[in-house]
């Protein structure tokens, strides 16, 4: 009985599907792509949950998001994890240090149980992982040491 929120939705939905039919034949896209394909996934999680999250995406500066590239979906998984598994408060920051593409994903929920990613599930996270490691990125998990939560940062060459 939700007709306004279930056009949303598919309207969200179908802009989602479309951006990841499009960049799934590129290895890189620009970051201004990603970006709004993070956005509207977030906003479309948004519309799905009943509990209510906020999120904040910070971009330095002297990063241009329209003239980097970066390999596509490479960011979602990190968002996607932070909003089944963490808080109400999700953050997002990227910058550039050295060479490297620098990202930031926090929330405020429970954080990493000790051991839980040498035994979790998550295939997403796991591919992620390999995806860096093979084009000379990195990939670092922890407990947020300022304020709880879960930290991501991974670390991408950029071109």
């Known amino acids: ?24 034949r590129r290895d890189h896209i620009e970051l201004i792509h990603e970006l709004g394909i993070l956005r ?21 500066e002297n990063l241009d998001p329209e003239t ?5 979906m490479i960011t979602q998984p990190l968002v996607e994890n932070a909003i089944e598994h963490g808080g ?8 550039l240090k ?5 990202v930031e994903v926090r929330d405020n929920g429970p954080g990493f149980e000790e051991g839980s990613l040498e035994k979790d599930s998550s295939v997403a996270l796991k591919l992620l992982q390999e ?9 670092v998990f922890e407990n947020d ?12 060459p950029i071109t």
């Open 1 to 24: 009985n939700a007709s306004e929120k279930a056009a949303k939705y598919l309207s969200k939905f179908s802009k989602l599907m479309r951006a990841f039919l499009e960049n799934s």
């Open 40 to 60: 509207n996934y977030i906003d479309l999680q948004a519309l799905r949950f009943t509990s209510h999250f906020d999120y904040e995406i910070e971009v330095d």
């Open 68 to 72: 980097i590239q970066v390999p596509s």
């Open 88 to 95: 109400p408060q999700i953050d997002l920051r990227m910058g």
């Open 98 to 102: 050295k060479s490297l593409l620098h």
């Open 131 to 139: 995806r860096l490691k093979a084009m000379g990125g990195s990939a």
């Open 145 to 156: 040491p300022e304020g709880g939560g879960a930290l991501v940062i991974i670390r991408i």
